[in-house]
């Protein structure tokens, strides 16, 4: 048999062994729904997909709402596997974004963007937003998100996802009055 015969064959038998275990060609896909909000804030749904797990039936949003107005978690789950979270608090002003995705992701791998006020990797990012002026309640609203497997890391979709998410949030005017 002459050595090309040999290749033609191994490939077929290659290839059948591959279907028969259960490989196929067709890569997975989400067949999910993108949420387009989370916590109530539009999200760069694009972005989002990217961090989600390739492959997946059913995504669902979980929100808690916390003790203070404009604060709560979003948990982010797919199949029942719960893969993203986002949450928002209004912090005492002085810390930096870089600071908190060290103490709440464990990363000293990190990369910030828009001056400072974003802090991200491939598997978290954190935001601040502060709040200063007059008739302002002076504080900062940090929004963390982290990303855990089967959701997949990606640094740019992480910087792009907080990115949007901060943007949305801004519009909303998230910082409360001294009256309020």
Known sequence: MNPRTLLVRGGAVLCAAMTAAGCSSNPPKQEFTIPKALCGVPVPTRSLSRLLPASGQKVSVNQVDGAAKGTGLCKVSVDSTEVLVVSTERITMGSSAQRILLHRARTGDQKSTEGGSIAYSDHA????????????????????????????????????????????????????????
């Open 125 to 180: 990012a954190v935001s601040l937003i502060q709040c200063r002026g007059s008739g302002i309640e002076e504080e900062d609203i940090s929004t963390f998100i982290e990303n855990w497997k089967p959701g997949r890391q990606d640094e740019t979709a992480m910087k792009d996802l907080m990115s949007g998410y901060t943007a949305a949030l801004k519009k909303q005017q998230p910082c409360l009055k001294k009256d309020d």
